[in-house]
Protein backbone atom coordinates (compact mmCIF):
# COMPACT_ATOMS: atom_id res chain seq x y z
CA UNK A 1 0.00 0.00 0.00
CA UNK A 2 1.15 3.47 -0.41
CA UNK A 3 0.13 6.10 1.81
CA UNK A 4 2.07 10.03 2.19
CA UNK A 5 1.82 11.68 5.41
CA UNK A 6 2.43 15.26 6.25
CA UNK A 7 1.67 19.31 6.02
CA UNK A 8 0.63 21.01 2.50
CA UNK A 9 0.20 24.35 1.72
CA UNK A 10 -3.45 24.01 3.28
CA UNK A 11 -1.74 24.20 6.94
CA UNK A 12 -0.85 26.90 8.95
CA UNK A 13 2.05 28.53 8.63
CA UNK A 14 3.61 27.79 11.89
CA UNK A 15 2.51 24.15 11.63
CA UNK A 16 4.85 24.09 8.15
CA UNK A 17 7.48 25.83 9.82
CA UNK A 18 7.63 23.91 12.74
CA UNK A 19 8.05 20.68 11.06
CA UNK A 20 10.42 21.86 8.29
CA UNK A 21 13.18 19.68 7.59
CA UNK A 22 16.92 21.19 6.83
CA UNK A 23 19.65 18.94 5.68
CA UNK A 24 20.34 17.38 9.13
CA UNK A 25 17.15 16.57 10.25
CA UNK A 26 16.43 15.28 6.36
CA UNK A 27 19.65 12.67 6.91
CA UNK A 28 18.14 11.68 10.86
CA UNK A 29 14.82 10.93 9.23
CA UNK A 30 15.64 8.59 6.25
CA UNK A 31 18.43 6.89 8.56
CA UNK A 32 15.70 6.53 11.61
CA UNK A 33 14.53 2.88 11.70
CA UNK A 34 10.46 2.73 10.87
CA UNK A 35 8.78 -0.57 11.53
CA UNK A 36 6.08 -1.77 9.23
CA UNK A 37 7.15 0.98 6.60
CA UNK A 38 9.00 -0.30 3.40
CA UNK A 39 9.80 2.35 0.92
CA UNK A 40 10.08 6.28 2.36
CA UNK A 41 10.91 9.52 0.13
CA UNK A 42 10.64 12.85 1.75
CA UNK A 43 9.62 16.26 0.05
CA UNK A 44 10.27 18.81 1.86
CA UNK A 45 10.13 22.49 0.50
CA UNK A 46 9.00 26.18 1.08
CA UNK A 47 5.46 25.07 1.30
CA UNK A 48 5.17 21.36 2.46
CA UNK A 49 7.04 18.29 4.28
CA UNK A 50 4.96 15.52 3.03
CA UNK A 51 6.07 11.14 4.13
CA UNK A 52 5.48 8.90 1.07
CA UNK A 53 6.06 5.63 2.05
CA UNK A 54 4.91 1.88 0.90
CA UNK A 55 3.72 -0.14 4.08
CA UNK A 56 4.28 -3.69 4.81
CA UNK A 57 0.73 -5.22 5.89
CA UNK A 58 -0.31 -2.60 8.69
CA UNK A 59 -2.95 -0.53 9.56
CA UNK A 60 -3.53 2.84 8.15
CA UNK A 61 -3.80 3.76 11.84
CA UNK A 62 -0.09 2.36 12.25
CA UNK A 63 1.26 3.54 9.21
CA UNK A 64 0.53 6.96 10.05
CA UNK A 65 1.20 6.99 13.74
CA UNK A 66 5.27 5.52 12.53
CA UNK A 67 4.80 8.14 9.88
CA UNK A 68 4.24 10.87 12.75
CA UNK A 69 7.38 9.55 14.95
CA UNK A 70 9.30 10.49 11.96
CA UNK A 71 8.78 14.41 12.60
CA UNK A 72 9.10 14.87 16.14
CA UNK A 73 8.26 18.61 16.11
CA UNK A 74 4.52 17.30 15.12
CA UNK A 75 2.39 17.78 18.40
CA UNK A 76 -0.82 15.96 19.56
CA UNK A 77 -2.77 18.79 18.55
CA UNK A 78 -1.92 18.54 14.70
CA UNK A 79 -3.31 15.93 13.74
CA UNK A 80 -6.47 18.14 12.64
CA UNK A 81 -4.14 19.91 10.01
CA UNK A 82 -1.84 16.30 8.80
CA UNK A 83 -3.36 14.65 5.53
CA UNK A 84 -2.90 11.47 5.80
CA UNK A 85 -3.49 9.56 2.26
CA UNK A 86 -3.65 6.26 1.01
CA UNK A 87 -3.62 4.23 -2.27
CA UNK A 88 -4.74 6.36 -5.05
CA UNK A 89 -5.32 9.73 -3.43
CA UNK A 90 -1.77 9.41 -2.46
CA UNK A 91 -0.49 8.64 -5.76
CA UNK A 92 -2.98 11.37 -7.30
CA UNK A 93 -1.58 14.21 -4.50
CA UNK A 94 1.75 13.72 -5.61
CA UNK A 95 1.48 13.66 -9.26
CA UNK A 96 -0.51 17.29 -9.00
CA UNK A 97 2.34 18.25 -6.92
CA UNK A 98 4.32 17.87 -9.20
CA UNK A 99 2.87 19.13 -11.89
CA UNK A 100 2.27 22.21 -9.80
CA UNK A 101 -1.43 22.29 -9.58
CA UNK A 102 -0.80 22.42 -5.27
CA UNK A 103 1.57 25.48 -5.82
CA UNK A 104 0.97 29.01 -4.92
CA UNK A 105 2.17 29.73 -8.10
CA UNK A 106 0.51 27.61 -10.48
CA UNK A 107 2.42 25.74 -12.76
CA UNK A 108 5.70 26.60 -10.83
CA UNK A 109 8.63 25.23 -12.16
CA UNK A 110 10.95 24.59 -9.40
CA UNK A 111 8.64 22.01 -7.83
CA UNK A 112 9.71 19.41 -10.43
CA UNK A 113 13.27 19.59 -9.69
CA UNK A 114 12.38 19.36 -5.90
CA UNK A 115 10.66 16.00 -6.30
CA UNK A 116 13.12 14.74 -8.63
CA UNK A 117 15.65 15.35 -5.51
CA UNK A 118 13.61 14.20 -3.06
CA UNK A 119 13.48 10.58 -4.70
CA UNK A 120 17.56 10.79 -5.54
CA UNK A 121 18.04 11.47 -2.14
CA UNK A 122 15.91 8.82 -0.62
CA UNK A 123 17.55 6.21 -3.17
CA UNK A 124 21.19 7.72 -1.77
CA UNK A 125 20.16 6.30 1.58
CA UNK A 126 18.33 3.36 0.31
CA UNK A 127 14.87 4.37 1.69
CA UNK A 128 13.81 4.33 -1.72
CA UNK A 129 13.15 1.58 -3.81
CA UNK A 130 11.49 0.16 -7.19
CA UNK A 131 7.51 0.73 -6.04
CA UNK A 132 8.40 4.64 -5.46
CA UNK A 133 10.43 4.84 -7.82
CA UNK A 134 7.94 4.33 -10.44
CA UNK A 135 5.10 6.44 -8.72
CA UNK A 136 8.09 9.26 -8.52
CA UNK A 137 9.50 8.62 -12.08
CA UNK A 138 5.17 8.98 -13.31
CA UNK A 139 5.27 12.18 -11.31
CA UNK A 140 7.52 13.35 -13.17
CA UNK A 141 6.68 12.86 -16.60
CA UNK A 142 3.14 13.93 -15.42
CA UNK A 143 4.46 17.27 -14.21
CA UNK A 144 7.10 17.83 -17.70
CA UNK A 145 3.38 17.04 -19.37
CA UNK A 146 1.56 19.59 -17.69
CA UNK A 147 3.79 22.01 -18.27
CA UNK A 148 4.80 21.65 -21.98
CA UNK A 149 1.30 20.46 -23.62
CA UNK A 150 -1.52 21.58 -21.10
CA UNK A 151 -0.07 24.89 -19.05
CA UNK A 152 2.37 26.16 -21.78
CA UNK A 153 1.75 29.77 -20.31
CA UNK A 154 3.28 28.51 -17.05
CA UNK A 155 6.53 27.79 -18.29
CA UNK A 156 8.13 31.07 -16.37
CA UNK A 157 6.04 30.66 -13.60
CA UNK A 158 7.68 30.83 -10.00
CA UNK A 159 8.12 31.68 -6.23
CA UNK A 160 10.71 34.03 -7.63
CA UNK A 161 8.80 36.22 -10.68
CA UNK A 162 5.78 36.30 -7.34
CA UNK A 163 7.97 38.00 -5.37
CA UNK A 164 8.78 40.13 -7.95
CA UNK A 165 5.88 40.58 -8.96
CA UNK A 166 5.06 42.17 -5.55
CA UNK A 167 8.03 44.39 -4.58
CA UNK A 168 7.57 46.11 -8.52
CA UNK A 169 3.71 46.53 -7.08
CA UNK A 170 4.86 47.91 -3.59
CA UNK A 171 7.80 49.81 -5.38
CA UNK A 172 6.33 51.01 -8.40
CA UNK A 173 8.35 49.60 -10.40
CA UNK A 174 12.27 48.27 -9.75
CA UNK A 175 13.80 49.35 -12.50
CA UNK A 176 17.58 50.72 -11.20
CA UNK A 177 16.49 50.63 -7.57
CA UNK A 178 19.07 48.92 -5.57
CA UNK A 179 18.00 45.66 -3.47
CA UNK A 180 19.65 42.63 -1.14
CA UNK A 181 19.01 38.75 -1.80
CA UNK A 182 20.05 37.19 1.74
CA UNK A 183 20.91 33.79 0.75
CA UNK A 184 22.23 31.80 -2.62
CA UNK A 185 20.36 28.51 -2.94
CA UNK A 186 17.87 27.73 -5.39
CA UNK A 187 14.89 29.87 -3.50
CA UNK A 188 17.40 32.95 -3.76
CA UNK A 189 18.65 32.45 -7.26
CA UNK A 190 15.34 32.27 -8.55
CA UNK A 191 14.25 34.84 -6.77
CA UNK A 192 17.52 37.17 -7.68
CA UNK A 193 16.81 36.27 -11.32
CA UNK A 194 13.34 37.70 -11.79
CA UNK A 195 14.10 40.54 -9.91
CA UNK A 196 17.26 41.07 -12.31
CA UNK A 197 15.05 40.46 -15.28
CA UNK A 198 12.82 43.22 -13.79
CA UNK A 199 15.78 46.17 -13.94
CA UNK A 200 16.89 45.54 -10.22
CA UNK A 201 20.30 46.33 -8.90
CA UNK A 202 21.49 43.77 -6.82
CA UNK A 203 23.67 43.21 -3.87
CA UNK A 204 24.14 39.18 -3.04
CA UNK A 205 25.14 38.49 0.65
CA UNK A 206 25.54 34.84 1.88
CA UNK A 207 27.14 32.28 4.13
CA UNK A 208 29.38 30.46 1.59
CA UNK A 209 31.64 32.07 -0.64
CA UNK A 210 31.76 29.74 -3.69
CA UNK A 211 28.00 30.16 -3.91
CA UNK A 212 27.38 33.67 -3.12
CA UNK A 213 30.14 34.50 -5.62
CA UNK A 214 28.68 32.27 -8.34
CA UNK A 215 24.80 33.49 -7.81
CA UNK A 216 25.91 37.49 -7.88
CA UNK A 217 27.67 36.85 -11.26
CA UNK A 218 24.32 35.15 -12.70
CA UNK A 219 22.92 38.23 -11.95
CA UNK A 220 25.45 41.30 -12.37
CA UNK A 221 25.26 41.48 -8.34
CA UNK A 222 28.11 42.48 -5.76
CA UNK A 223 29.00 39.35 -3.50
CA UNK A 224 28.63 40.20 -0.09
CA UNK A 225 29.92 38.12 3.21
CA UNK A 226 27.19 37.26 5.67
CA UNK A 227 28.68 40.05 8.25
CA UNK A 228 28.03 42.68 6.05
CA UNK A 229 24.75 41.93 6.21
CA UNK A 230 23.86 45.41 8.12
CA UNK A 231 25.80 47.69 5.26
CA UNK A 232 24.18 45.43 2.27
CA UNK A 233 20.40 46.21 3.94
CA UNK A 234 21.19 49.79 5.03
CA UNK A 235 22.00 50.48 0.96
CA UNK A 236 18.74 48.55 -0.09
CA UNK A 237 15.12 49.81 -0.68
CA UNK A 238 13.98 46.07 -0.57
CA UNK A 239 15.58 42.23 0.30
CA UNK A 240 14.43 39.35 -0.52
CA UNK A 241 15.69 36.62 2.56
CA UNK A 242 16.06 33.31 1.08
CA UNK A 243 17.80 30.38 3.84
CA UNK A 244 17.71 27.93 5.85
CA UNK A 245 18.15 27.42 9.80
CA UNK A 246 15.78 29.68 11.32
CA UNK A 247 15.83 33.37 12.36
CA UNK A 248 18.92 35.07 10.53
CA UNK A 249 17.63 38.72 9.85
CA UNK A 250 17.16 40.35 13.35
CA UNK A 251 16.27 44.24 14.48
CA UNK A 252 20.44 44.72 14.74
CA UNK A 253 20.75 44.06 11.24
CA UNK A 254 18.74 47.46 10.61
CA UNK A 255 20.45 50.41 10.96
CA UNK A 256 19.05 53.95 11.58
CA UNK A 257 17.00 54.77 8.72
CA UNK A 258 14.08 56.57 7.36
CA UNK A 259 13.38 55.75 4.13
CA UNK A 260 11.43 52.53 3.65
CA UNK A 261 12.84 49.06 3.11
CA UNK A 262 10.11 46.41 2.02
CA UNK A 263 11.74 42.59 2.86
CA UNK A 264 9.95 39.23 1.40
CA UNK A 265 11.11 36.40 3.67
CA UNK A 266 10.65 33.23 1.43
CA UNK A 267 12.13 31.27 3.93
CA UNK A 268 10.82 28.15 6.03
CA UNK A 269 11.08 28.61 8.74
CA UNK A 270 11.11 32.10 9.05
CA UNK A 271 14.13 33.96 8.97
CA UNK A 272 13.46 37.53 9.37
CA UNK A 273 12.78 38.46 13.13
CA UNK A 274 12.03 42.26 12.51
CA UNK A 275 8.46 43.49 13.68
CA UNK A 276 7.26 46.95 14.28
CA UNK A 277 10.06 48.69 12.59
CA UNK A 278 8.22 52.02 11.30
CA UNK A 279 10.10 51.74 8.38
CA UNK A 280 10.50 48.24 7.64
CA UNK A 281 7.74 46.13 6.04
CA UNK A 282 7.96 42.67 6.18
CA UNK A 283 6.01 40.36 4.06
CA UNK A 284 6.00 36.11 3.73
CA UNK A 285 4.91 33.82 0.64
CA UNK A 286 1.53 33.26 2.82
CA UNK A 287 1.17 36.81 2.68
CA UNK A 288 1.36 37.48 -1.31
CA UNK A 289 -1.77 36.82 -2.89
CA UNK A 290 -1.63 33.44 -5.28
CA UNK A 291 -1.36 32.88 -9.12
CA UNK A 292 -5.06 33.05 -10.31
CA UNK A 293 -5.10 29.39 -11.73
CA UNK A 294 -5.52 29.18 -15.43
CA UNK A 295 -8.57 28.35 -17.63
CA UNK A 296 -6.99 24.89 -18.88
CA UNK A 297 -6.10 24.21 -15.06
CA UNK A 298 -9.36 21.70 -15.16
CA UNK A 299 -7.59 20.01 -18.22
CA UNK A 300 -4.45 19.30 -16.24
CA UNK A 301 -6.59 17.91 -13.80
CA UNK A 302 -7.82 15.36 -15.96
CA UNK A 303 -4.64 14.09 -16.89
CA UNK A 304 -3.23 13.95 -13.92
CA UNK A 305 -6.63 11.88 -12.88
CA UNK A 306 -6.00 9.93 -15.84
CA UNK A 307 -2.39 9.38 -15.36
CA UNK A 308 -3.13 8.14 -11.59
CA UNK A 309 -5.89 5.12 -12.81
CA UNK A 310 -3.10 4.36 -15.65
CA UNK A 311 -0.28 4.05 -12.85
CA UNK A 312 -2.90 2.30 -10.49
CA UNK A 313 -3.52 -0.32 -12.84
CA UNK A 314 0.17 -0.63 -13.34
CA UNK A 315 0.95 -1.12 -9.75
CA UNK A 316 -1.41 -4.09 -9.17
CA UNK A 317 -0.17 -7.39 -9.21
CA UNK A 318 -3.03 -8.93 -10.86
CA UNK A 319 -2.78 -6.29 -13.94
CA UNK A 320 0.51 -7.24 -13.74
CA UNK A 321 -0.17 -10.92 -14.56
CA UNK A 322 -2.69 -9.86 -17.20
CA UNK A 323 0.21 -8.08 -19.05
CA UNK A 324 2.97 -10.86 -18.74
CA UNK A 325 -0.28 -12.97 -20.15
CA UNK A 326 -0.80 -11.07 -23.23
CA UNK A 327 3.35 -10.07 -23.82
CA UNK A 328 3.21 -14.14 -24.21
CA UNK A 329 0.27 -14.99 -26.10
CA UNK A 330 1.41 -12.03 -28.42
CA UNK A 331 5.25 -13.54 -28.81
CA UNK A 332 3.48 -17.13 -29.77
CA UNK A 333 1.20 -15.30 -32.54
CA UNK A 334 3.83 -13.79 -33.69
CA UNK A 335 6.41 -16.65 -34.04
CA UNK A 336 3.75 -19.24 -35.20
CA UNK A 337 2.78 -16.51 -38.18
CA UNK A 338 6.48 -15.77 -38.91
CA UNK A 339 7.46 -19.63 -39.07
CA UNK A 340 3.71 -20.27 -41.37
CA UNK A 341 5.32 -17.57 -43.98
CA UNK A 342 8.79 -18.56 -43.93
CA UNK A 343 7.05 -22.17 -44.69
CA UNK A 344 4.70 -20.90 -47.33
CA UNK A 345 5.33 -22.57 -50.79
CA UNK A 346 8.06 -24.70 -49.22
CA UNK A 347 7.46 -28.71 -50.03
CA UNK A 348 8.55 -30.12 -46.39
CA UNK A 349 7.47 -33.01 -44.55
CA UNK A 350 4.98 -32.39 -41.98
CA UNK A 351 7.70 -33.36 -38.75
CA UNK A 352 10.34 -30.78 -40.91
CA UNK A 353 7.96 -27.99 -40.56
CA UNK A 354 6.76 -28.52 -37.10
CA UNK A 355 10.30 -28.63 -35.82
CA UNK A 356 10.74 -25.14 -37.73
CA UNK A 357 7.43 -23.75 -36.29
CA UNK A 358 8.95 -25.02 -32.63
CA UNK A 359 12.16 -22.94 -33.16
CA UNK A 360 10.59 -20.40 -33.91
CA UNK A 361 8.35 -20.27 -30.67
CA UNK A 362 11.39 -21.35 -28.44
CA UNK A 363 13.19 -17.67 -30.24
CA UNK A 364 10.20 -15.82 -28.87
CA UNK A 365 10.00 -17.60 -25.67
CA UNK A 366 13.69 -16.69 -24.88
CA UNK A 367 13.15 -13.29 -25.88
CA UNK A 368 10.30 -12.49 -23.97
CA UNK A 369 12.04 -14.17 -20.81
CA UNK A 370 14.02 -11.39 -19.66
CA UNK A 371 10.63 -8.99 -19.70
CA UNK A 372 8.67 -11.58 -17.90
CA UNK A 373 10.95 -12.03 -15.55
CA UNK A 374 11.38 -8.16 -14.47
CA UNK A 375 7.48 -7.90 -14.29
CA UNK A 376 7.17 -10.88 -11.73
CA UNK A 377 9.96 -9.08 -10.45
CA UNK A 378 8.17 -6.22 -9.82
CA UNK A 379 4.95 -8.04 -8.80
CA UNK A 380 7.40 -9.53 -6.16
CA UNK A 381 8.28 -5.71 -5.00
CA UNK A 382 5.06 -4.55 -5.27
CA UNK A 383 3.04 -7.22 -3.04
CA UNK A 384 6.44 -7.25 0.01
CA UNK A 385 5.73 -3.15 -0.04
Request: net charge positive; hydrophobic share 50%.
Amino acid sequence: MIVSLGAGRDASRELRERIALDTAGLDRVLATPRPGIGELVVLSTCHRTELYATTAGIADADAAHVLARLLPAIRPGDQAELRFRRGGEAIEHLLRVASGLDSLVVGEHQILGQVRRAFQTAASYGAAGPVLGSIFSEAIRVGRLTRSRILPGTATASIGALVAGDLTARLDGLGGRPGAIVGSGEAAADAAIALRTAGARLIVVGRTPATTQALAARVDGDPRPMDALPAALATSEFAVVAVAGGVLVRPTHIVERTAPLAIVDVSVPRAVAVRDHPHVHVRTLDDLSPVAASAVVSDAETAVRAATAELIRRLDPSGRRRDIAALRAKAERVARAEAARALGGMDLAPQHAERIEAMARRIAAKLVHGPTLAMRRAIASIRSA
